[in-house]
């Protein structure tokens, strides 16, 4: 499939290369297009020939369910009914933003967007380019992330063209995600709110402005979420071609084991990799990707620092553990994904 590329200044837009990009969108086509959280992969939400091409173009299982994006608020209204007060309130302070709501849907929304379910999960973005591309389609745009289904998601320009190319109509390349951790997803539809996806708006947010709010419990335990309430969370996500573990314990522990691991596997003939906080970059062997010093860095340096890992073709990655505190949690739950729940006891 031929591509058409538009490389977009976030600090200045170009308004035809939008028009282009959104055209192809009116037309049921697919673009991708950088968000706040990660890149997405859009087509029309509301035509259901249009979200079969993203399933296609991810290799993404039918039954889980796409975000649709919406460029303002009134159109929330279109795609789902029945909104509470608690959903009103979410909508209002945290849109535009990282946070989506799931709904009960009006039929105008394709069970084939829904995954076949009778709620869907809306969201409003405040990327500047993905709110000009919405807008400009003039249709609510479905879009996960923008990665071959099962791989980390996409959080930079050139994870999306080297992966992505040939595969949509069309590529923004727009820079960095700001959050580079996918969306908190809530689903509203019950009494007291549930967190179905950690992301970088915690639950400590949520809870000071609407009291109670739950997390699937599924989440809490560090082992496969089969059971998880939602559809893709079920599924192996986050994973590199690298094999994965997380190696908790105290700091000097965590090092002490990491590096005799190193040792290991250089005798066995393989790359080894270590992701860790900057301030132990240097205690350790091997080929070391520094996350950052902040847990918002963390957050958005973990997706970049697995696909570095398979540019120098590591074969095994290391990573230190992160506290679950606040975006913590979301860290957390992707690293444990991209692991496959692999854990190592310093
Ligand atoms: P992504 O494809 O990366 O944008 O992820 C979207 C996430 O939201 C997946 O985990 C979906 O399963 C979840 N999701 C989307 N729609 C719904 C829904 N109606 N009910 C529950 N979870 C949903
Ligand atoms: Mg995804």
């Known amino acids: 499939m031929n591509t058409i590329i538009s490389k977009i200044d976030i600090n200045d837009i170009d308004k035809n290369e939008i028009k282009k990009q959104s055209k192809l969108l009116a037309e049921g086509k697919t ?15 509301l035509d259901e020939d249009a979200v079969k091409k993203i399933y296609e173009a991810k290799g993404r299982p039918s039954d889980n369910p796409l975000i649709v994006h919406i460029y303002n608020k009134e159109e929330v209204y279109n795609l789902a009914k029945n909104i509470n007060e608690k959903a009103e309130i979410i ?70 063209y080297e992966e992505m190319k040939g595969r949509v109509s069309g590529i923004v390349l727009g820079g960095d995600c700001n959050f580079g951790l996918e969306s908190t997803v809530l689903d509203v539809t019950t009494e007291t709110p549930m967190i179905l996806r950690p992301g970088s708006i915690t639950k400590e947010e949520l809870e000071d402005i609407i009291g109670t709010v739950l997390i699937d419990p599924s989440l809490e335990k560090k082992e496969d979420n089969k059971k998880a309430k939602a559809p893709g969370m079920k599924y192996t996500h986050y994973s590199p071609d690298a094999d994965v573990y997380i190696v908790y314990g105290n700091r000097e522990d965590t090092i002490k084991k990491i590096n005799s691991l190193v040792v290991e596997n250089n005798e066995k003939g393989l790359k080894t990799g270590v992701m860790c906080l900057e301030q132990n970059k240097d205690s350790y062997n091997g080929t070391v990707v520094s996350l950052g010093n902040t847990l918002e860095e963390v957050g958005s340096n973990l997706f970049d620092a697995l696909r570095q890992m398979d540019k120098m073709n590591i074969d095994i990655v290391y990573s230190e553990e992160f506290s679950t505190s606040g975006v913590g949690q979301a860290i957390m739950n992707r690293l444990l994904k991209s692991a496959g729940y692999k854990i190592i006891k310093a």
């Open 31 to 45: 673009v991708i297009f950088p968000t706040e959280t990660v890149y997405g992969l859009g087509a029309n939400a």
């Open 91 to 160: 909508m209002d302070k945290f849109w535009p933003g990282p946070i989506t709501v799931i709904l009960n849907k009006k039929d105008i929304v394709p069970y084939r967007t829904s995954g076949g379910l009778e709620t869907v999960a809306v969201r409003m973005p405040s990327h500047l380019i993905a709110r000009e591309i919405i807008k400009e389609a003039g249709v609510p745009i479905a879009a996960p992330s923008a990665n071959i289904s099962g791989r980390p998601s996409p959080t930079k320009a050139d994870h999306v």
